[in-house]
């Protein structure tokens, strides 16, 4: 593994991807005269007039599916490129994306403030090591413009990373806590009301510094977080409630959003809560800092994690958050 003094002198100078991807959709308008046929016919009495086509119906207006701004840590040509892999899947989904150097995270700033004053669009900001220090500045920027940030992602950040900010409407922080390179266990700043969740993999052995970017099941979460985002209101099932996690060796790494109480029924256990949820029960268990068998008191309240769904869901089952 690189040792930071040796990587202290070696920053690569910053890149900023040139453009924003932009689609869109030509659609042809059907003109009278090509189809009422010959041009001399136009002219002529006894033409039969033809029936023009009817014209397709414009599909509905798309939401705005928000714009991604992603940051690479030190040496991040070399070692962050697994930001670069997660852009190109975002824009595969059809979600403005790019990816930038940590040390141009001021000027991305002014860029961001300025894009969102022409076009509101949500606010993605994720960033891998000195990335996700970046992610936070940003957001704390945002903050003093009265900007909301819809969502930030911080993987595996530096220890000088701040808290997380008002604005951001949901935070979710992937860290190794026993590492020098990264490390951050980023904090909710005071009274924070958005939805926060922290998961640390210290206990995964086959995840590193290097790696932890690169995980293609947690790219795949993401980019369905983010591509329900402009359908998912961040209020949505009452407040949220923060969730730490270590999350244990040999288990799939799952990232929910925040957590929401329940309360216990007679009989209630946090091994039958979970059940019940269909959540895992370490979920359970390492939350609430009970035994799974023991029972609860009637009306006890148990915090289990759930995921933001997006409007079309909320008619489902209350408080699953599945």
Not at 132 to 156: F, M, N, R, W
Not at 157 to 171: D, K, Q
């Amino acid at each position: 593994m690189t040792c930071p003094t040796r990587t202290a002198g070696f920053l690569i100078s910053a890149m900023l991807a040139g453009g924003i991807l932009q689609g869109g959709v030509d659609i042809a308008a059907a003109d009278p005269a090509v189809a009422a046929g010959p041009l001399g016919a136009i002219f002529s009495d006894t033409v039969t007039p033809v029936a023009l086509p009817p014209v397709a119906r414009q599909p509905p207006a798309i939401a705005p599916r928000g714009r991604a701004y992603l940051f690479r840590g030190a040496l991040g040509p070399i070692f962050s490129r697994g930001m670069d892999r997660l852009t190109d899947r975002l824009e595969q989904a059809g979600i403005t994306a790019d990816v930038n150097e940590f040390t141009i995270c001021s000027l991305i700033a002014d860029r961001v403030i300025r894009e969102y004053r022409v076009d509101p669009a949500p606010i993605i900001l994720i960033g891998h090591s000195m990335g996700g220090y970046c992610a936070l500045k940003i957001a704390e920027a945002l903050q003093d413009q009265h900007i909301p940030v819809s969502l930030v992602v911080t993987i595996d950040p530096a220890h000088i990373a701040p808290e997380v900010p008002h604005n951001v409407e949901r935070f979710i922080n992937i860290f190794l806590s026993k590492d020098v390179l990264g490390g951050g266990d980023v904090k909710p700043s005071q009274g924070y009301p958005g939805h926060y969740a922290s998961f640390d993999l210290s206990q995964h052995d086959e995840v590193s510094h290097i790696n932890i970017d690169k995980m293609d099941a947690v790219h795949a979460q993401l980019i369905s977080k983010i591509v329900q985002l402009a359908t998912t209101p961040a209020k949505a099932g009452g407040a949220p409630l923060a969730l730490r996690y270590v999350v244990p060796p040999n288990v799939a790494i799952e990232l929910w959003d925040s957590g929401i109480p329940v309360y216990a029924r007679p009989g209630d256990t946090l091994q039958t809560i979970a059940g019940l949820y269909h959540v895992p029960l370490w979920s359970v268990t390492q939350v609430n800092k009970g035994a799974d068998s023991q029972p609860l008191i009637p009306g006890e309240r148990v915090t289990i994690p759930r995921h933001l769904v997006p409007l079309a869901e909320l008619s489902g089952p209350p408080l699953s958050g599945h």
